[in-house]
């Protein structure tokens, strides 16, 4: 018997939180006064250091950035930069953050610009205004190129630079990543292309299009085949982590059920179980998930669950389902910070 026993090492998220709360008591108390001081005598640098010390310790990966404000005179910014694996650090740490005030206001993810400034590339100089865009809808997001009339002398890595950073400035990180497909930069203008900042108004109609009268994600019915037989799957537009970065963790029930189609479809006695199950399991998980998807055929539904991994989720989830009578109930989880697995329903 051993008389000495190893402590427990905390969690990666315990560590994540004790490092956002870390950051926070250190600007409340004094970071937000000195940054601005920095900020008003033109000379922010003496803050680089603390702050990125900081930041680092939430995550490594994390950048930041500082910026002027929309309605306050100075914005802070925490961003993952595309990365999906660290983009729920980046959410939370907007979540702990202090109301914003006349001075400060907070951001996880880098903001739409005005598309007027530029970049300094070696002996190029990047006009935004220069900037011409190329897109094509396919299903519920666009596809774009970009192009500037510097590409043609620039290497392909500072091209997929340009690209992302003008991508960036047009609609900000977050509608990059949940409205755009593929991204290519073009050497060539596209014959139906236009300027840069006209993208902004094509996204925004886009993601009102897939907005309820509540600002909710809207959902749509998809229909296909398997060997197995016919399969009906709905799932919410847009489908992706950038809607709830704090849900990580996708949680899967699979429910078989006892009235079914001659297609393996539900009928009408199981169809209204499983409205009632899907129901009670989302009213028991309340805010700590949500139920973007749901796939059913072949005699089973699968539920699909994402879930705060530094909460309760997962077990309010095992939980809930405990009363199913129909047949199995299997529930699965795993971390899934890019939603990767409900990539196959979006549209």
Request: charged share 25%.
């Amino acid at each position: 018997m051993g008389i000495f026993r190893r402590k427990a090492q905390p969690g990666p998220g315990v560590v994540q939180q004790q490092g956002i709360d870390e950051f926070w008591a250190w600007w409340t108390a004094e970071g937000a006064g000195r940054t601005a001081q920095g900020i008003a005598d033109r000379d922010p640098s003496p803050m680089v250091e603390p702050i990125s010390a900081r930041v680092k310790a939430i995550d490594p990966g994390l950048a930041w950035e500082l910026g002027p404000g929309r309605d306050a005179a100075h914005m802070l910014v925490v961003s993952p930069e595309g990365n999906p694996d660290i983009r729920a650090a980046a959410r939370r740490w907007l979540r702990s953050a202090p109301p914003a005030d006349a001075t400060w206001e907070y951001a996880d993810s880098r903001q739409r610009g005005s598309c007027d400034g530029s970049l300094e590339i070696g002996p190029h100089r990047i006009g935004f205004s220069e900037v011409v865009i190329g897109a094509r809808r396919e299903g519920a997001h666009l596809d774009v190129t970009v192009h500037h009339p510097s590409f043609r002398d620039l290497p392909e890595d500072v091209r997929q630079q340009v690209t992302w950073l003008a991508l960036d400035e047009a609609v900000g990180e977050n509608d990059v990543e949940t409205w755009l497909g593929q991204i290519a930069p073009a050497v060539e203008a596209p014959l139906d292309g236009f300027p840069l900042v006209h993208l902004a108004a094509v996204v925004d109609g886009l993601a009102t299009e897939h907005r309820d009268d509540d600002g909710e994600p809207t959902w749509v019915l998809m229909e296909g085949e398997r060997p197995s037989g016919r399969v009906i799957a709905m799932a919410q537009v847009p489908l992706r982590a950038t809607s709830a970065p704090e849900l990580d963790q996708h949680v899967t029930v699979s429910v078989a059920y006892t009235d079914r189609t001659d297609e393996g479809l539900p009928g009408d006695g199981s169809l209204s179980a499983l409205r009632a199950f899907e129901d009670h399991v989302a009213e028991r998980l309340g805010g700590a998930g949500r139920i973007v998807a749901h796939e059913t055929g072949a005699g089973v539904r699968t539920l699909h669950f994402y879930v705060d991994s530094t909460g309760p989720g997962a077990s309010v989830v095992r939980a809930a389902v405990a009363g199913w009578d129909q047949g199995r109930c299997e529930v699965t989880d795993q971390p899934d910070p890019a939603w990767n697995g409900v990539a196959h329903l979006r549209s």
